[in-house]
């Protein structure tokens, strides 16, 4: 397989193996010019007018649209997402992008009552903000960052994974052409210990958004703590799907593929522990088997397709650790054979609650099933890891649908479904999964600091 060249990354398609192409792989003083730009840039910036800050991101928004072919085409291609997926995927983009359209004009501070004069506060931007983005969603998450981050009226450098810059990069010309100043918005292809440290050690840099592994995340955090630099976290998750008794069971075995399968299982929010009461267990895992093996796996161009390859032979291998030889594997999938990173979807049961499998992010298509006796059990279950993104839970008792989502430590959660994003509602995690909130009107405000003045009337 060809190495990198100095400077250069290649970029390889993951359902084939293929080179796609080359991108450049930034060194230090070029990752410095670009966030000097920056910098300069943000003085014009801050000041743009409301209006014209909202119009400009409109036109963003309208040029992500209008490519939206070509964006998903770009993430088919370099990710392996499936087509259907890679659309949505370009137009939560483009909707993220609107929703903060919506933001300049009402971003607006408070008049708190004082003797003696007028104390108001304003929503000041911070300056340049550093995005550092996984390859597992490389625009979506994007968007999440630099749609609020430009509408506070912050300017942007923007660092994609080294394995799917491609969409970003392409995202960085659209800004362009849409009207954005030079400046506002950069895409910075390159390595993490190089770009994606830079921003963690620029002092230009004022805030850094980070969405990726726990393990680089908490050395990222510890890298800011230098500068008392502003972070944001989106990390890890081993998210639990709780089935209770009184479930209809049928339809949370129907949905349970979808809710950790879906982009091979390289998803944040998978729902990757499955509980199950432990009177409807192997009821459960009975009508588990016949979902599992209707997830169509394979050429990720083609519609009809619902779960692609892994991204890259490297996590392939680290996947398939957690299924060796002597692993209790209940059922599987199918897969293709033959060039690209393809692993079925497989479901392992009976497994120990404390065992690796259970404990640890596979970030693959893997579930483990996990039976439980009663609501306390199946909570201490679901909050034995150290992760708390996101999860699901079904019942039909009202009740206790909302004490165990009050009870599960986790940001997101859902109710009778898998649901995890909204553009317009916020999206983080609990305990090391993550700090802060993205999306929703939450975000501007991690992308701000209040500043407080008092006016004398003496
Ligand atoms: P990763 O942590 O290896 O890399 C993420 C990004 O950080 C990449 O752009 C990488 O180049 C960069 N990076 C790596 N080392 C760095 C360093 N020392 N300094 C600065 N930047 C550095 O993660 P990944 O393998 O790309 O993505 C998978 C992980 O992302 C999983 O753990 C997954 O759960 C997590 N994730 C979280 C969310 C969420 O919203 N919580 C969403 C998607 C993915």
Redesign the pocket.
């Known amino acids: 397989m060809q190495k990198n060249e100095p400077g250069l990354t290649v970029v390889r398609n993951p359902a084939t193996g293929e080179e796609i192409t080359t991108v450049p792989a930034l060194s230090e003083p070029e990752v410095d010019a670009a966030i000097e730009r920056a910098a300069g840039a943000f003085e014009a910036w801050k000041v743009v007018a409301p209006g014209d800050r909202a119009r400009l991101l409109r036109r963003f928004a309208a040029a992500v649209d209008a490519h939206t072919e070509e964006l998903a085409g770009l993430e088919v291609a370099n990710a392996g997402h499936v087509i259907g997926n890679a659309r949505w995927e370009a137009g939560n983009v483009r909707d993220v992008l609107e929703y903060y359209a919506a933001a300049p004009e009402r971003h607006s501070g408070r008049q708190i009552p004082v003797p003696g004069g007028v104390d108001i506060t304003f929503y000041e931007p911070l300056g340049v903000v550093g995005i550092?983005?996984?390859?597992?969603?490389p625009m979506a998450?994007a968007g999440?960052g630099f749609a609020p981050a430009l509408a506070a009226g912050n300017t942007v450098v923007l660092?994609?994974?080294?394995?799917?810059p491609l969409s970003a990069l392409r995202i960085g010309e659209l800004a362009l052409e849409a009207g954005l100043p030079e400046g506002v918005l950069q895409v910075l292809s390159?390595?993490?210990?190089v770009?994606?440290?830079?921003?963690?050690t620029h002092p230009a840099v004022r805030k850094l958004c980070?969405?990726?592994?726990?393990?680089?995340?908490r050395?990222?955090m510890a890298?800011c703590a230098d500068q008392v630099k502003r972070v944001t976290?989106?990390?890890?998750?081993k998210s639990a799907n709780i089935v209770f008794a009184d479930a209809d069971v049928e339809l949370a075995a129907a949905r349970a593929p979808y809710g950790v399968f879906d982009n091979a299982g390289?998803?944040?929010?998978?729902r990757s522990r499955i509980l199950a009461q432990r009177s409807v267990y192997e009821r459960f895992l009975a009508l588990l088997e016949p979902a599992v093996s209707g997830v169509v796996v394979g050429d990720p161009t083609q519609e009809a397709t619902e779960m692609g390859p892994l991204?890259s032979p490297a996590?392939l291998a680290t996947v398939a650790s957690f299924v060796p030889e002597d692993a209790p594997v209940a059922f599987r999938g199918s897969c293709p054979s033959g060039p690209g990173n393809w692993f079925a979807p497989t479901v392992l049961a009976p497994v120990d609650p404390k065992h690796r499998a259970a404990q640890e992010?596979i970030?693959g298509p893997v579930v483990v099933v996990i039976p439980f006796e009663d609501e306390a059990d199946a909570v201490r279950l679901a909050n034995d890891t150290p992760y708390g993104?996101?999860g699901s839970l079904w019942t039909r008792d009202i009740g206790r649908a909302l004490r165990v989502a009050r009870a599960v430590e986790t940001?997101t959660l859902s109710v009778n479904s898998h649901s995890s994003v909204r553009y317009w509602t916020p999206?983080?995690?609990a305990k090391q999964?993550?700090i802060g909130r993205?999306l929703g009107p939450d975000a501007l405000d991690a992308f701000s600091d209040v500043k407080n003045v008092f006016i004398s009337s003496d």
């Open positions: 550092i983005v996984p390859w597992s969603f998450i999440w660092k994609p994974a080294e394995l799917t390159g390595k993490g210990s770009v994606g440290q830079r921003f963690v980070f969405t990726g592994s726990t393990e680089v995340g050395s990222i890298g976290l989106e990390l890890g998750g390289q998803d944040c929010c998978a991204i996590h992010e970030f993104l996101s940001g999206f983080g995690g999964s993550g993205e």
